[in-house]
């Protein structure tokens, strides 16, 4: 009974970071060291998609060192890749024997035995996903699958979040200064503004009126 404990605490903590921490890198950094504590695992990362280079880019990511996030470009075409097609829950119990590794000798290299890899999917769009790493080979139950599930699906819902506030408030900013006093003048648009040289106002008023 204590992991189910452990991970309902750290899935409210990620929670509360999402909710009172405005810089999604941070409570990105906050996620991945979470879900790393709360399995007892190597390491965790977060990658969105980038559907113009179909590939995977790290958010954030912690107990990974440098040269392994730094070994290549991860595309989505190769690594995992039924995380992102099929949008299911992939197990790795071994990296060195298993074609669906893109990087099989940097997994060794760094140490990492079995990979959880599930999808972040808001609405219908793929935004990204949650990997999880481990030292030494591992079966993963489903409640570990439940609960990086959970967390993958908050935080995708928070970094979607910031996305919208981040337009909304972009928009209110323009709204704001077309309503601008100082500008409105010059914006105002005369009743024939716009109309062809070659129609005259008497002419418009015509056409207008059929």
Do not use: H
């Not at 504590?37 to 107990?63: D, H, I, M, R, T």
């Not at 935080?155 to 408030?169: P, Q, S």
């Amino acid at each position: 009974m204590d992991k189910p404990t452990v991970n309902y605490e750290t899935l409210v903590r990620i929670t509360k970071a999402i909710s009172m921490i405005r810089d999604p890198e941070e409570f990105v950094l906050i996620t991945v060291e979470g879900v790393t504590s709360a399995l007892n695992v190597k390491g965790c990362a977060l990658f969105l998609f980038s559907p113009k280079s179909q590939e995977l880019k790290v958010a954030g990511s912690y107990g990974l060192s440098n040269d392994y996030l730094d070994k290549g470009p991860v595309s989505a075409l190769r690594s995992i890749a039924a995380t992102l097609q099929d949008a299911q829950p992939v197990a790795i119990y071994d990296v060195a024997d298993d074609p669906r590794i893109q990087y099989p000798d940097a997994a060794i290299k760094e140490g990492i035995a079995s990979i959880l890899s599930l999808p972040i999917v808001i609405g219908e769009r793929l935004v990204g996903c949650m990997r999880v790493y481990t030292a030494q080979p591992w079966e993963f139950t489903l409640n570990d699958v439940n609960f990086v599930q959970a967390v993958a699906q908050v935080v995708g819902m928070g970094l979607e979040m910031r996305r919208i506030n981040k337009g909304l408030k972009d928009s209110i900013d323009i709204l704001k200064t077309m309503r601008d006093p100082k500008t409105l003048k010059s914006r105002r648009r005369t009743p024939y503004e716009g109309v062809p040289r070659s129609f005259g106002a008497e002419e418009v008023t015509q056409t207008g009126a059929g």
